[in-house]
């Protein structure tokens, strides 16, 4: 018989996300390897998708999602963001962030473009543009910030370079890129008419009062790019799968066209829920969210660096790097494997975010728990001491 795949999908195998949350169900333990964030669903979202259900909306939307999801997404982005965005042409709600990317990338993108890429990186994120042929063009972030180097973008430039991904804030080094930063990349997707892909899920995890730029919203930009987020962290719904993209027309209707051919549309009940909690959360909610997860982070850190596994200080989202070179084991995976074993605490391998020997270094742990389990993780942890 024949041997069947698809070629492009050669070497594209289970995330390390999945197999350490997999490992650390076998033991019983503590995952801090997947971002599942299992703190509490706001109210008026379960509220909203259940009086859905209950009101009929059990049936397909409109390719680009409810017409009350999409306005009060506009309205959002207005208020928040800085973008202006009409709800009937420019938004298309999809089955979470990383279906809005898909849609996007198959949408925009043909094989053989290269799509520059911040590393270390979000392995979906390179998994999709692999799966549809396009190619990576890593540039390193460095240092204790993430820190990248304009003439490192300008040299990974070449004649088939036709996009430039941004992931703010960014999984898995919590970086929050600068208005400044964003700015120089803005002028030279200008200068090299290039697109700007950004990944902004994690727009409300915030922390040492920092703010959030999109980059659609600086000049000249809202034509070239396309934004992506959701709300499956912020209202702790990762389960339901609903995210959405921003674009200008011409590239939505595109973008739309591919969401309708691969999903035809998102839950429609859970779709309702999220327009009600957009529309009755209010500043609290969200200033709420960034000081329990400030907590959080501070006191996770802490923790790593006692036993000596010293972190990077995240800016936002709720993942930290550490760095476990002194645990044995010559890989990150078999580091977090003696990790697991000894303290029955899951993170994920830095591998899985660097091409490079340095991502061997570190593992990814995220603390988006309940207190009651950040707290005994960060008790398990001390056996490293």
Not at 15 to 39: F, H, P, W
Not at 221 to 236: E, L, N, P, Q
Not at 301 to 322: D, M
Request: proline content about 5%; overall charge neutral; some cysteine.
């Amino acid at each position: 018989m024949k041997k069947f795949g698809n070629r492009q999908l050669t070497g594209l195998v289970q995330s390390e996300i999945r197999a350490m949350t997999t490992a650390c169900n076998c033991v019983k333990g503590i995952n801090l390897a997947q971002g599942v964030c299992d703190t509490g669903v706001p109210e008026p979202v379960i509220r909203g998708a259940k009086e859905a259900m209950d009101k009929g909306i059990n049936t397909y939307t409109r390719f680009d999602g409810l017409a009350n999801l999409r306005q009060a997404l506009a309205h959002k982005l207005a208020t928040y963001n800085a973008i202006k965005a009409d709800p009937e042409t420019d938004i298309t709600v999809s089955n979470g962030a990383t279906g809005a990317f898909q849609c996007a990338c198959m949408a925009l993108l043909n094989p053989g473009d290269e799509v520059i890429v911040f590393e270390p990186y979000y392995g979906y994120h390179i998994s999709t543009l692999l799966a549809i042929g396009a190619v990576p063009r890593l540039v390193p972030l460095q240092g204790q910030n993430w820190e990248f180097c304009l003439d490192d973008v300008v040299q990974a430039l070449t004649d088939r370079t036709r996009a430039i991904l941004v992931n703010t804030p960014g999984n898995p080094t919590g970086k929050v890129f600068t208005k400044k930063e964003l700015e120089s990349l803005a002028a030279l997707s200008q200068q090299h008419d290039l697109l700007i892909f950004t990944d902004e899920i994690y727009e409300y995890f915030l922390y040492d009062q920092r703010e959030h730029v999109s980059i659609a919203s600086l000049v000249g930009m809202a034509d070239r790019t396309i934004t992506i987020s959701g709300y499956s962290k912020t209202f702790s719904i990762t389960g339901w799968r609903i995210g959405h993209s921003v674009a200008p027309p011409p590239y939505a209707e595109l973008i739309g066209a591919m969401n309708d051919l691969l999903y035809v549309c998102a839950p429609a009940p859970l779709q309702y829920g999220v327009a009600v909690g957009i529309q009755e959360l209010g500043l609290s909610f969200y200033q709420e969210v960034r000081q329990s997860f400030q907590g959080k982070r501070d006191r996770f850190c802490a923790i790593l660096e006692r036993v000596g596994l010293p972190p990077t200080i995240p800016q936002g989202a709720y993942y930290v790097l550490a760095d476990v070179s002194r645990i044995s084991g010559r890989t990150g995976k078999e580091r977090a494997m003696w990790i697991l074993e000894k303290t029955g605490v899951a993170g994920v391998p830095g591998e899985a975010f660097f091409q490079a020997d340095r991502g061997r270094q570190y593992i990814r742990f995220s603390f988006a728990k309940t207190d009651g389990d950040l707290n005994e993780a960060c008790e398990r942890l001390q056996r490293l001491a």
